[in-house]
């Protein structure tokens, strides 16, 4: 399977603040998903997106996959985007490969 | 539309204790996987099952096992704990087989915290 990278491994904005967060992958992927997990552990879908852009409210997404990589913007941010963001591809079988994560702290 | 349902939501074992996690897929799926996250990591591949079948598993020893029942509901059974199976245990489901043309995006469930001391 593939090898996820994220960047960076922790956030501290204020809010309203915009941020970027990058996940890079080894190989081509036929499926890419981005996901919040809260603090209570629960992994809430933000996009399924293996190629292309999407737009759900204040968070967008996209994944260039000849490149090898996907963005996922929030703009605006809100004290309760905080959290733990992972990008996750096809591994082995019929994983899902995450990455290690973004903690996102966002700031009154 | 119903979504992934786990039970229990926290559970706390002894080593040499077995335990036994359930999960209730999403309404119209029938694939469901099982991960486990430690803490601070990403969750991490233990298997899946399609119809009732083992189909596909990460580097985890035997003492994981599951099933999977007509309803697609599955359990995940620990057996012999050790102090490493300490984590939050997610469960996900989907539609069809990944790795196929059809197959769909995983939705989580809230996850058992297993402890075991």
């Known amino acids: 399977g593939i090898q996820v990278e994220q960047s960076p491994p922790d956030l501290i904005l204020q809010e309203g603040a915009n941020s970027t967060l990058r996940c890079n992958f080894s190989?081509?992927?036929?499926?890419l998903q981005w996901f919040h997990q809260n603090p209570w552990g629960q992994l809430i879908n933000l996009f399924y997106?293996?190629?292309g852009t999407k737009q759900n409210g204040r968070l967008s997404a996209t994944t260039v996959a000849t490149e090898r990589y996907s963005l996922l913007y929030i703009s605006s941010s809100q004290t309760t985007d905080s959290g733990v963001y992972f990008c996750a591809g096809p591994g082995s079988g019929y994983a899902l490969n995450f990455g290690k994560g973004t903690s996102l702290l966002v700031t009154p | 539309e119903t979504g992934v349902t786990q039970s229990p939501t926290h559970l706390i074992k002894t080593r040499g204790q077995q335990v036994t996690l359930r999960c209730s897929s999403q309404s119209g799926h029938n694939t469901v996987s099982w991960y486990q996250q430690a803490l601070g990591q990403g969750p991490q591949f233990i298997f899946q099952y399609y119809r009732e079948e083992e189909n596909g598993r990460g580097n985890f020893p035997p003492r994981f096992s599951g099933l999977q029942f007509p309803n697609y509901s599955s359990e995940l059974n620990v057996n012999a704990l050790e102090l490493d199976d300490s984590a939050l245990y997610l469960c996900?489901?989907?539609?069809?087989?990944?790795?196929?043309?059809?197959?769909?995006?995983?939705?989580f469930g809230p996850g058992t915290r297993l402890t075991v001391l």
């Open positions: 997106i293996p190629s």
């Open positions: 190989d081509s992927v036929n499926n």
């Open positions: 996900a489901s989907s539609w069809g087989l990944a790795g196929s043309s059809s197959y769909n995006e995983q939705f």
